[in-house]
């Protein structure tokens, strides 16, 4: 390494990727099976749980093992939930109750929980460093490192880089920190996770990932339409009946209710905009009598796993680990990856100690691990629940739901057969001339926002001087390829506004926004051509949630 690039390192037993459940989990993990190991966690948001945003109806399974006395340590985990209640919505003031009797078994939330994840992320940061996990937010991990085909560790990005390339006078060097293993635990399409499975080829034989994008809003209501502890589910309108998602609405404690809505990102129409479906989406009457008069106080955005057990990239590299949703755990069925984010972690953890005692050097492939999840409880729910997805897909949202209750109910997931969608969510759009436009209604400023309002409340914020972070293979894509073909479908897949596309000289010109970037991920996975990739901007930037 040349001096002007020299980088100061760290040597550590373990690096973790990600401040998120899976990663805080194998910390704490490592330091209860061996309080003498040297860990750190290493996270890009400016605190852990800054970037954590998820519906979320939580199930303790996993924290039960981890930590069983969670309650007494004061865990934010307090809102059992009191009720489940679905509907399918069959226009923009229909709906027909779904009866309980009907709802497929992992549906049910008794025995669960409606929580902030960030807040739980937070607290089991808390727990990791008094256990004496190093936790280091504020740094991007940008680039994993090597050593005779080997993982030994990642590096941190270079902080004060101007726009142009050049060092700033804030200019720092990133940091080498180096362990013996590596656990991934960035999250959905995490940048390094997806490199490491290029690398090695860990997605060889098994389907494409497949995502939806989840957009999610806290609101204050009216104390007298809240119902502490209620699950309620939609699926129907707004979308048509072969685009996959749903929306939910959980009352949370303190009056808050989260309001969020998913859609599958392998939908056709290239008019359709996720943002503005969930702003139609609050307009029905079962969603607005409890959010009319209420106070929005937070938005973000996040990318989810939706591929289950056939997506499952092969979990090991020398040195190198896939946890949580890097590796894709979400349990569909069931709409929950953090219960199987945390047991992953655990079951990482565990693997890493194991070996560390017979080879203190580490660096070996651990096909142990991949043996653990095969074994464990992890691997038998999403066994179960292999075909929810698939069976969407192939019926549409009305019938794979009718799939779902008998595979799940009458079958309990053991129909002798496994239905694969080898389609990547890339490919699935349609030209933008044979398609159906969308006339969506303007936002009314009381229910319905712009996405520019909505980026306000996630708190976002990059330091303006520093190259962007949204980079294009090839710059002429945008307007060459996707603007005819599918009227570049990024100025609506967004849920930020990043992508715009202006006109400079009376010729369409293809603008990046990166400042806006709620780091949802969406851009490197829908993008037709995949010619957005997205990486890591300077640690620290980015959304700045809070009780997401």
């Known amino acids: 390494m040349s001096e002007s690039t020299e980088r100061e390192s760290m040597e550590f037993d373990v690096v973790i990727v990600g401040g998120g459940p899976a990663g805080l989990s194998a910390a704490c993990r490592l330091l209860q099976l061996d309080e003498s190991l040297s860990v750190v966690v290493v996270e890009k948001g400016s605190e852990i749980g800054a970037h954590i945003i998820s519906g979320n109806v939580f199930e303790p399974t996993g924290l039960d093992e981890l930590f069983p006395d969670w309650r007494d340590r004061g865990a934010p985990v307090k809102t059992a939930v009191s009720g489940d209640r679905v509907h399918y919505l069959t226009s923009e003031k229909g709906a027909l109750p779904v009866p309980d009797l009907f709802l497929p078994r992992p549906m049910h939330n008794k025995g669960n929980y409606i929580i902030s994840l960030g807040q739980l992320c937070q607290w089991l940061g808390e727990q990791a460093e008094t256990m004496g996990v190093n936790v280091f937010p504020g740094f991007a991990a940008s680039e994993i490192l090597y050593e005779d085909g080997k993982v030994v560790g990642v590096a941190t990005s270079d ?9 700033k006078s804030t200019f720092v060097a990133g940091y080498e920190l180096r362990g ?78 989260y309001a969020g809505f998913i859609v599958a990102l392998n939908y056709r129409n290239p008019h359709l905009s996720p943002f503005h479906e969930f702003q139609r989406w609050k307009l029905h009457p079962k969603i607005r009598r409890y959010l009319e008069g209420g106070n929005r106080i937070a938005y973000g955005a996040r990318a989810v796993n ?233 640690g620290g930037g980015g959304p700045n949630y809070s009780g997401m």
Not at 196 to 224: N, S
Not at 403 to 423: R, V, Y
Not at 496 to 522: L, S, W
Request: proline share 6%; charged share 25%; hydrophobic share 35%.
């Open 159 to 167: 902080m004060g880089v101007g726009k142009d390339g050049t060092r």
């Open 180 to 257: 013996k293993y590596t656990v991934f635990a960035e999250g959905v399409r995490g940048n390094l996770g997806e490199q490491l499975i290029g690398k090695f080829d860990l997605r060889a034989g098994a389907d494409p990932q497949h995502y939806g994008l989840g957009i999610k809003e806290v609101w204050e209501i009216d104390p007298a339409l809240h119902e502490p502890g209620l699950v309620v589910h939609t699926a129907g309108w707004p979308l048509d009946s072969h685009t996959e998602g749903g929306g939910f609405l959980y009352h949370a404690e303190n009056n808050k209710v």
């Open 306 to 538: 939706k591929g289950g057990l056939q997506s499952l990239p092969k979990l090991t590299a020398p040195g190198g680990l896939l946890v949580g949703c890097t590796a894709g755990f979400l349990n569909g069925a069931k709409i929950k990856g953090a219960h199987t984010a945390i047991k992953t972690g655990m079951l990482a953890a565990e693997s890493i100690h194991e070996a560390l005692q017979s080879n203190a050097q580490g660096g070996d492939d651990l096909v142990a691990f991949e043996e653990k999840v095969k074994g464990s409880w992890v691997y038998k729910e999403l066994r179960r629940s292999r075909n929810f997805g698939p069976g969407l897909h192939k019926f549409g949202n009305f019938w794979g739901a009718a799939f779902a209750f008998i595979d799940q109910n009458i079958f309990f997931g053991k129909l002798p057969f496994t239905w694969h969608n080898k389609e990547p969510d890339h490919e699935s759009l349609t030209r933008a001339a044979d398609a159906r436009p969308i006339d969506y209604p303007k936002p009314d400023g009381k229910l319905s926002f712009d996405r520019l309002t909505s980026v306000f409340l996630s708190s976002t914020n990059h330091e303006e001087d520093q190259p962007s972070h949204l980079k294009l293979k090839d710059e002429s894509i945008p307007v060459a390829y996707n603007l005819p073909e599918f009227d570049e479908p990024a100025q609506r897949y967004c849920p930020a506004g990043v992508y715009e596309i202006i006109e400079e000289d009376g010729a369409p010109v293809f603008r990046i926004n990166a400042q806006n970037c709620v780091h949802c991920k969406t851009c490197d996975i829908k993008d037709p051509k995949q010619n957005i990739v997205w990486t890591v901007p300077e």
